[in-house]
C-alpha cells in the first residue's frame, strides 16, 4: 500500500495514478486472502472465491472510471 500511494502521488497523469492504486489493492487483498485460506481450514473455498471476485472487478471498474474520464476530458485531466 505504501508503494500504491507513493505511485499515486508520483505518477504524472490520471491513468498511471489509478493503475498504481488498483494494483496494488487487487494484489495487497489476493495475497492476504490466500494467508487466510491456508490459515482457516473451513472456509478456504469461500475466501478464494472473495479474491476471484475482487481481481475481476477492480480492474473493470477502474477501466470504466478512465474510460469515462477519458470521454469526458474535462478538467480531471489537467
Known amino acids: ?3 500504491a500511494g ?21 494484489v495487497g487483498v ?3 486472502s490466500i ?3 491456508v490459515a482457516i481450514e473451513g472456509a478456504g473455498a469461500q475466501i478464494l472465491l472473495a479474491a476471484a471476485f475482487l481481481l475481476l472487478t477492480a480492474p473493470t471498474a477502474a477501466h470504466f472510471i478512465a474510460r469515462a474520464v477519458h470521454r469526458d476530458e474535462g478538467d480531471v485531466l489537467e
Open 35 to 37: 494467508a487466510g485460506a
Open 30 to 32: 489476493v495475497l492476504i
Open 1 to 3: 500500500m505504501l508503494l
Open 6 to 26: 507513493i505511485g499515486v502521488l508520483r505518477f504524472p497523469d490520471l491513468y498511471s495514478r489509478m493503475h498504481a492504486a488498483t494494483k496494488a489493492t487487487v
